[in-house]
């Protein structure tokens, strides 16, 4: 299995193979994620070394009451929209809804498409709220 990925840091229009399935892809970007980051903050602690810092450094804020009930339901409802994923994916998978429910499969694409979105959504934000300090 493989991913086709519009990767943006390639460059614009640029479409990347990926050997292996989309959690791999997903576990892959991210490593690639965070060298890129520790890269860019060796680069700019460098460059901040050679000027004075004037700025104070912005205080941490902490989590909301709302934010720490959302991470606390955020694994639950990661987990209902991987289901869904997984749902649509069988529906897709399974032959005869081509030959007898064809007119149905671009929906299910297109819904399928919004569910991996929304999935992608969901660890974004879990990753925002628990790198917050509660």
Known sequence: TGILAFE??????????????????????KHEGRERDAAAA???AG???????????????KLSFKERQ???????TIHAAEAKVTELEASLADPTIYSK??????????ALDTARGEVD???AR????????R
Do not use: C, I
């Not at 460059?47 to 700025?55: E, G, I, K, Q, Y």
């Not at 879990?126 to 300090?133: R, S, T």
């Open 8 to 29: 943006p840091d390639v460059g614009p229009g640029r479409v990347v193979f990926h050997e292996g399935n989309y959690s791999a892809y997903l576990a892959r970007r």
């Open 42 to 44: 060796a680069a700019s």
């Open 47 to 61: 460059a901040t070394a050679a000027t004075p810092a004037r700025v104070k450094a912005p205080v941490a804020r």
């Open 70 to 76: 959302e991470l606390e339901a955020m694994e639950a």
């Open 101 to 110: 429910r064809a007119s149905e499969v671009p929906m299910l694409v297109a």
């Open 121 to 123: 959504r969901l660890y």
């Open 126 to 133: 879990w990753q925002e709220l628990d790198a917050l300090p």
